[in-house]
């Protein structure tokens, strides 16, 4: 290496343009991968409970866990009205379409699952299905 090139290295670190560029890139990527993190330990949780994941339901449903999560929202927030929209403008669909849709990979969930899988990962006596903020808050305080 000539002494110009370790110059030029040294420049282009101490640069604070490039350190700035440099910090957005690896924010960028972090972002992204704590996105698809996320995401995944959702899945993880769901696949627990024999949810499909070949059903719409299902993915709106990691969708709708995620938005609410990554919003910090607590338990008085209306899905209808804060959730459902953003995935109707994602997956270009009707807010009853997402709701339906999310409502059957429930029921078939809560059909195809084991009672007792059902019983101990909601902390249930008795064996009822399982409503959609409870399913969200659940999967979310196992995250």
């Known amino acids: 290496m000539t002494i110009k090139e370790e110059y030029y290295v040294f420049d ?5 343009i490039e350190n700035i560029k440099i910090v957005e890139v690896i924010t960028n990527y972090v972002d992204k991968y704590s996105f ?16 499909k994941f070949s059903y ?8 709708c866990i995620y938005e609410v999560y990554s ?3 607590i338990w008085n927030v209306n899905l209808s009205k804060e959730i459902f ?3 109707s403008i994602k997956y270009n669909k009707p807010i009853n379409t997402i709701h339906n ?14 009672e007792e899988i059902l019983k101990k ?12 903020k409870n399913l969200i808050f659940k999967v979310i305080n196992n995250l």
């Open 12 to 16: 282009y670190i101490i640069n604070p």
């Open 36 to 51: 698809l993190n996320l995401k995944l330990k959702i899945a993880e949780e769901l696949s627990k409970l024999n949810f």
């Open 101 to 114: 849709d999310i409502k059957h990979a429930i029921n078939n969930m809560y059909f195809d699952c084991e």
């Open 71 to 73: 919003r910090n929202y």
């Open 56 to 63: 719409n339901g299902t993915q709106y449903l990691i969708d």
């Open 85 to 87: 929209p953003i995935l």
């Open 121 to 132: 990962y909601f902390n249930y006596f008795e064996l009822e299905k399982p409503k959609l």
